[in-house]
């Protein structure tokens, strides 16, 4: 039986799904288990990773789990485990605890302080490290849908993100085969892409005409603020600033672990088009 933490998640569906096509047991942990919407044959669990009485029970019978991390709440999961003897956690960390300067910024050092909690357990482990998700740029809709434009600061900055699906399927693969513990994995997408370049590609794929306004990091501040935390919004803004003008390395990780290649931004924007129209 293997554990699935934030199963009602980008990656957490992703990977029960993957699961599921591999002929695995899986057990779900949620907070609403009726609200959850898992497919058939998933055994739902309710509970909480900081609630230590639904944990034993969620993991009774599991051998490895999907650990989709509450920073720096993960004593009573890891507890729980440890009592029950899990074989595995792979762990869904962030390319930020290996990032020279994010590495330094809170979201690295909260990832990192995550990863040696698992190491301190005992359980054997596996981490992810992605990079910026692809499913990020959703929250661009509703300019394409109102206006057809994408409004962002450092419209040049590079990154090269992940779909979704490429963690679940690189997840699946680590909580299949026994080959993957004490590994940690880096994962991008395939491409370094500018915020412009895929405002362009994203438009290339809906069949119309998307443009790219470029915000003073200022006002990129105060509109990002209003969602995310601003310690977050000032790390981010940083990191598109340093890599403003630049390309960034891509990972082969995800054709490495999985046997094929890595989703491209048109393939993630052809997936989600209806959310863009």
């Known amino acids: 039986?293997?554990?699935?933490?934030?199963?009602?998640?980008?990656?957490?569906?992703?990977?029960?799904?993957?699961?599921?096509?591999?002929?695995a047991r899986v057990r779900a942990l949620t907070r609403d288990p009726r609200r959850a919407g898992l497919p058939d044959g998933v055994d739902v669990a309710q509970g909480d990773l900081t609630d230590a009485e639904s944990l034993a029970s969620a993991l009774r019978g599991v051998e490895r789990a999907f650990?989709?991390?509450?920073?720096?709440?993960?004593?009573?999961?890891?507890?729980?485990?440890?009592?029950?003897?899990?074989?595995?956690v792979v762990l869904l960390s962030s390319q930020s605890v290996v990032d020279e300067h994010l590495s330094r910024e809170r979201?690295?050092?909260?990832?990192?302080?995550?990863?040696?909690?698992?190491?301190?357990?005992?359980?054997?482990?596996?981490f992810l490290r992605p990079g910026p998700f692809m499913v990020n740029d959703l929250p661009w809709?509703?300019?394409?849908?109102?206006?057809?434009?994408?409004?962002?600061?450092?419209g040049d900055a590079a990154t090269a993100p992940v779909d979704e699906r490429d963690i679940a399927a690189v997840a699946a693969?680590?909580?299949?085969?026994?080959?993957?513990?004490?590994?940690?994995?880096?994962?991008t997408g395939p491409q370094?892409?500018?915020?412009?370049?895929?405002?362009?590609?994203?438009?290339?794929?809906?069949?119309?005409?998307?443009?790219?306004?470029?915000?003073?990091?200022?006002?990129?501040?105060?509109r990002m603020t209003r969602h995310l935390e601003a310690e977050t919004v000032d790390s981010l803004l940083r990191m598109f600033a340093r890599q403003s003008g630049t390309t960034v390395p891509v990972s082969t990780a995800v054709r490495d672990v999985t046997g094929r290649p890595a989703h491209t931004y048109a393939?993630?924007?052809?997936?989600h088009a209806g959310d863009f129209r």
């Open 107 to 126: 979201m690295g050092r909260l990832n990192a302080a995550d990863e040696q909690a698992v190491i301190a357990s005992g359980v054997p482990w596996t």
């Open 173 to 187: 693969r680590a909580l299949l085969d026994d080959d993957h513990v004490g590994r940690a994995y880096e994962l």
């Open 192 to 222: 370094s892409l500018t915020q412009a370049e895929r405002v362009r590609i994203l438009g290339e794929v809906l069949g119309r005409e998307l443009r790219f306004e470029e915000l003073s990091p200022e006002a990129a501040r105060e």
């Open 267 to 271: 393939e993630w924007a052809a997936h």
């Open 67 to 88: 650990l989709f991390p509450v920073h720096g709440r993960l004593g009573a999961f890891l507890d729980a485990a440890t009592r029950a003897g899990l074989k595995q």
């Open 1 to 23: 039986m293997i554990l699935v933490t934030g199963a009602t998640g980008n990656v957490g569906r992703n990977l029960v799904r993957e699961l599921l096509e591999a002929g």
């Open 141 to 154: 809709a509703w300019g394409v849908k109102a206006e057809g434009v994408v409004r962002a600061a450092y």
